[in-house]
């Protein structure tokens, strides 16, 4: 479905702002969720209400990755229509005042049955949050725990490099200890394999390929 005729079939997210030109989204997002998510950003764009309805969603997405039932109610399509409206209104309750494009939005999912999206949504409208900030995540993972000295001067030699462009990076760093040793460093949608685990594969395939 194109963004125009998203609009067209979710009017609660597109009325009133035919007379204003479009505010423009920092990143084009693709699929259901991402047209969901634009939709939602260009509205509260033209309110001057992209943090409220921020940190409604967050509060939402933490609610949401909490509870199982509401999870499996979310996902279940066989749910009648009218249990499913009361339950958009008891999720929206918990969260306390929402903003009205917050409400709207999980109206215009259950509206066109695409409830089952929701937690895409919210993690697509998130990314086009960061980069209104003009955020970019670097991710270090590491066998054993970086210390903070560690993972500033990572940030700070990257922050240098092209590969930053100026942005706040937004730095975290995961465990994971089959890499062995060295680090993989995810900046963006690029990767730099400094694992000792990258390293040895890379090694078997140079002797596989040599056979």
Do not use: C, W
């Not at 990755?65 to 249990?83: R, W």
């Not at 005042?97 to 937690?119: H, I």
């Not at 590969?163 to 994971?176: P, R």
């Not at 200890?177 to 990258?198: Q, R, W």
Request: proline content about 3%.
């Amino acid at each position: 479905m194109a963004l125009n005729r998203l609009t067209t079939a979710v009017p609660k997210l597109a009325r009133g702002y035919a007379a204003a030109a479009a505010p423009k989204p920092p990143v084009t997002l693709f699929g259901i969720d991402g047209r969901y998510a634009t939709a939602l950003y260009t509205a509260a764009a033209r309110q001057n209400a992209l943090e409220a309805v921020e940190r409604d969603l967050s509060q939402l997405q933490t609610l949401i990755s909490k509870d199982k039932a509401v999870q499996s109610f979310l996902e279940n399509p066989t749910v009648a229509g009218k249990a499913k409206v009361e339950g958009i209104s008891a999720l929206l309750n918990k969260a306390g005042k929402v903003n009205p494009l917050t409400k709207n939005l999980f109206e215009a999912l259950n509206e066109n049955s695409r409830l089952d999206q929701t937690a895409k949504v919210l993690s697509a409208y998130a990314e086009l949050m960061s980069a209104h900030r003009n955020e970019l995540s670097l991710t270090v993972t590491s066998a054993k725990e970086l210390d903070k000295a560690t993972l500033n001067k990572i940030a700070d030699s990257l922050q240098k490099s092209k590969l930053a462009e100026g942005k706040k990076l937004l730095v975290s760093n995961k465990v994971k200890p089959d890499i062995l040793g060295g680090i993989l460093v995810e900046i963006g949608d690029k990767s730099i394999d400094l694992t000792v685990s990258g390293k040895v594969a890379k090694l078997n395939k140079l002797v596989t390929d040599s056979i």
